[in-house]
């Protein structure tokens, strides 16, 4: 394997790991073991766990800005492209469960991180395409025009927390494919305008 296929394998396997246990009792150790390699052979591509910890952030900021260019650029209205940004979102939740407790986990350390800096960051950005999707929605009639954007921003990101939080109770991730329709639809019915009715 190339050194960069090694650093992708060890990135998978955090995130792997972080779906099984509480991202902190996660170790050099058990991320070799979950390899099948040495840590030795784990340190030949991280000089330390930190280093780990930003490689699996970068990674996951990477693949979820591609997820959002990608499903904004499938649709042909603003609001579509939230749509899609939120189904995208959930299937990408679905299929990498451990991506939200790597965020949380990071997010709660006492220390400013690097790691924790790039979870904020990643955040930031997210909250700007969302806010932007949002303002081209009301530019283009979709919304309504004294909607407050930044409150529809917050909501909208509050919806997709709320709909991993059911999750974890009930121990299913496919909960919130089921839910994720009706979900997105109460949204619409408080943003849109009300002679265009969500359908």
Known sequence: MTAEERRELTVDA????????????????????????????LFRHFPSKDAIWEAVIGRVTERVMKLLDKAAASTNSPLAALEAIFHGHITFIVEH???????????????????????????????????????????????????????AATQFIGTIQGLVMQSLIFDNMNHMVEQAEGAFHLYCHGIQKAQGAYR
Do not use: C
Request: aromatic share 2%.
């Open 97 to 151: 469960p451990g991506v939200p407790r790597l965020m949380m986990g990071q997010l709660q350390h006492a220390r400013p991180t690097p790691a924790r800096r790039m979870v904020r960051s990643l955040l930031f950005l997210y909250r700007e395409r969302i806010e932007r999707l949002l303002n081209e929605a009301q530019e283009a009639d979709e919304l309504r025009q004294e909607l407050n954007i930044e409150m």
């Open 14 to 41: 955090v995130i792997d790991l972080s779906a099984q246990d509480d991202p902190a009792n996660i170790t050099t150790g058990s991320i070799a073991k979950h390899m099948r390699v040495t840590q030795g052979a």
